[in-house]
C-alpha cells in the first residue's frame, strides 16, 4: 500500500498562484496512476487532474483546464499541481490520490485506492 503526504496549501489571493507537492512512499510509484481532487465545504469531492505513470497524458476538470498543470518526477516519488489564475471557487481542501488502473479518464473519487491527508487552499477576492 503506498502513503501519500500532500504538502503547499495556503492562503492566495485571487489572481495568484500556488504549488502542491505530493510526496509516496512504501509502493511502486511508476505503476501508479495519479490524481488530485478537491473538496469545498458543503460540496461532494471532485475530480481536478490526474496524470498517466510516464507523464505523457494529462486530463483535467473543465473548471481547472488552462490554469491548472499537473507533472509528476517518478525518480523523486512525488506528483505536483501548479495552480495559477486562482478564483476564490478554487477555496478547497486539495487531496493527492493514487489507483493501480492505467486509464487517467477515470474522475470518481471510489476508484481511487490511496490518499494523501488533504491540504487547505484558500483563495481571497
Known amino acids: 500500500q503506498v502513503q501519500l503526504v500532500d504538502s503547499g496549501g495556503g492562503l492566495v489571493q485571487a489572481g495568484g498562484s500556488l504549488s502542491l507537492s505530493c510526496a509516496a512512499s512504501?509502493?511502486?510509484?511508476?505503476?501508479?496512476?495519479m490524481a488530485w481532487f478537491r473538496q469545498a465545504p458543503g460540496k461532494e469531492r471532485e475530480f481536478v487532474a490526474s496524470?498517466?505513470?510516464?507523464?505523457?497524458?494529462?486530463y483535467y476538470a473543465d473548471s481547472v483546464k488552462g490554469r491548472f498543470t499537473i507533472s509528476r518526477d517518478n525518480a523523486k516519488n512525488t506528483v505536483y499541481l501548479q495552480m495559477s489564475s486562482l478564483k476564490p471557487e478554487d477555496t478547497a481542501v486539495y487531496y493527492c490520490?493514487?489507483?493501480?488502473?492505467?486509464?487517467?479518464?477515470?474522475?470518481?473519487?471510489?476508484?481511487?485506492?490511496?490518499w494523501g491527508q488533504g491540504t487547505q487552499v484558500t483563495v481571497s477576492s
Open positions: 490520490a493514487a489507483r493501480e488502473a492505467q486509464s487517467i479518464m477515470e474522475h470518481s473519487p471510489r476508484r481511487y485506492d490511496y
Open positions: 496524470i498517466s505513470w510516464s507523464g505523457d497524458m494529462r
Open positions: 512504501r509502493g511502486t510509484f511508476s505503476r501508479y496512476t
